[in-house]
Every structure is written in C-alpha cells, then in structure tokens.
C-alpha cells in the first residue's frame, strides 16, 4: 500500500479564492509531481518537483504555484480560483528513475 | 522525448471474456513501460511494469503484459475479465536515464457487459 496521501479528497469553493491542496509522503521519495486531469480524460503534468527547494513547470501550462520545503511535502496553491481550474488533481512520487510513480487518491477541485 | 498512443478510447467486452488493451510508444531506446488502473473518483494504481529481461511481465489481478521491441508496443492482457475490471487504463513510458519523466497515454476506458 503506497503511503502518499492527498487533503482534501473534494473541495468546492467560490472563484476568487485562494486554495491550498496538500500532497504528503511517507516514503521518503525524491521526486513528487502533480497532475491535472479532466473526468474520463489524460493526466497532464503541471508541475514536478527532483527534491527539496527543487521546482519545475510541467508540460501543461497552469496557474498554480507548488513548493518543496520538506521531502515529504508539496502543496499546489491557486491564489485566486476561477470556474476553469476545476478538475481532479493527482498528486505522485517517485523513488529512483527507474521504479513506478506511487499515486495519491486525488482531490476534485470545483470551483463555482 | 517519448510519447504513448492508446489508439482504442472505450472498449467494452463481455464478462468472461478475453481482453487486450493497446499501447504504443515512441522512444529512440528501450524504455520503462508501466500499465495503471484508475477506478472513478480514485488515483492510479500500478498493474505492472517493464525494465527489462523477460518480455511478457505478470501484474496483479491476472493481468499480463508483453514489450515487443519491434512493434514498439507494450499491450495488456487478462484472459477472462471480470466485472471489477471496469475502469480507465493508462499505459506510461518513462525514457531510461536518471531524469526521465513519466508520460501517459490518453487512456482506455474498459467497460464490462454481463
């Protein structure tokens, strides 16, 4: 069972405001990412992260913003949410280049 | 950079029968070939994975896989699916060096039919 957990599981909230999703691990894993994906649809990577104080933008173009304080942290923030940011977002990490992503249960962020 | 075609969107199979689930791939060398199951409203877990050595891979719940270097593919196989096997599946490829990314196919969506 893979010890990577995602708060909160459903969010809804009203445009304008400023929200943060949590991405926690227990494994001890270097590399963490985040994922967007639309109901029945691909994932896309928004942002990745090799270790602490290490950041990047991934291939799909996003608002948010994440950070990587802690090994086992890396919150996504959206300073002002808009109808277009709802979607399920999927947290994962990963230990060494050359085993599987683990992944979180995701949270469905709706935004009204 | 490598990229993942899962050419069929929705496929859906009688219970009890034989599946196969395409994947195609494109990378200069040999990658890391995953398959992962997503259940609605839940994140991925991992069916199996390809390194290397032995070209047909076993996973859980009866799935199997098999890399066929030549076609570039990695398909997924069960020989009777059941009716908890409805989901969506996403095969992923991953180039083979320290910083390789992981990337995803568009998915398959597996429907079962009593």
Same mark, same amino acid.
């Given at each position: 069972?893979?010890?990577?957990?995602?708060?909160?599981?459903?969010?809804?909230?009203?445009?304008?405001?400023?929200?943060?999703?949590?991405?926690?691990?227990?494994?001890?894993?270097?590399?963490?990412?985040?994922?967007?994906?639309?109901?029945?649809?691909?994932?896309?990577?928004? *942002?990745?992260?090799?270790?602490?104080? +290490?950041?990047?933008?991934?291939?799909? @173009?996003?608002?948010?913003?994440? %950070? #990587?304080? $802690?090994?086992? *942290?890396?919150?996504?923030?959206?300073? +002002?949410?808009?109808?277009?940011?709802? @979607?399920?977002?999927?947290?994962? %990490? #990963?230990? $060494?280049?050359?085993?599987?992503?683990?992944?979180?249960?995701?949270?469905?962020?709706?935004?009204? | 950079?490598?990229?993942?075609?899962?050419?069929?969107?929705?496929?859906?199979?009688?219970?009890?029968?034989?599946?196969?689930?395409?994947?195609?791939?494109?990378?200069?060398?040999?990658?890391?070939?995953?398959?992962?199951?997503?259940?609605?409203?839940?994140?991925?877990?991992?069916?199996?994975?390809?390194?290397?050595?032995?070209?047909?891979?076993?996973?859980?719940?009866?799935?199997?896989?098999?890399?066929?270097?030549?076609?570039?593919?990695?398909?997924?196989?069960?020989?009777?699916?059941?009716?908890?096997?409805?989901?969506?599946?996403?095969?992923?490829?991953?180039?083979?060096?320290?910083?390789?990314?992981?990337?995803?196919?568009?998915?398959?969506?597996?429907?079962?039919?009593?």
């Amino acid at each position: 069972e893979a010890d990577i957990y995602q708060t909160p599981r459903y969010l809804v909230i009203g445009t304008g405001k400023k929200i943060t999703l949590e991405c926690s691990q227990t494994m001890g894993h270097d590399k963490m990412y985040w994922y967007q994906q639309d109901p029945g649809m691909e994932l896309h990577l928004i *942002h990745y992260s090799y270790g602490v104080n +290490s950041t990047e933008k991934g291939d799909l @173009s996003s608002e948010s913003t994440v %950070s #990587r304080i $802690r090994t086992e *942290h890396f919150p996504l923030t959206l300073e +002002s949410a808009r109808p277009s940011h709802t @979607s399920q977002y999927l947290c994962a %990490s #990963r230990d $060494r280049a050359y085993t599987e992503a683990f992944f979180g249960q995701g949270t469905r962020l709706t935004v009204v | 950079a490598q990229s993942v075609t899962q050419p069929d969107i929705h496929i859906t199979v009688s219970e009890g029968a034989s599946l196969e689930l395409r994947c195609n791939y494109s990378y200069g060398a040999t990658p890391y070939l995953f398959w992962y199951v997503q259940s609605p409203g839940q994140g991925l877990q991992l069916l199996l994975k390809y390194f290397s050595g032995d070209t047909l891979v076993q996973g859980i719940k009866g799935f199997e896989a098999e890399f066929k270097r030549s076609q570039s593919s990695f398909n997924l196989r069960k020989p009777s699916v059941h009716w908890s096997d409805a989901a969506e599946y996403f095969c992923a490829v991953a180039a083979n060096n320290a910083g390789n990314m992981l990337t995803f196919g568009g998915g398959t969506r597996l429907m079962v039919k009593p």
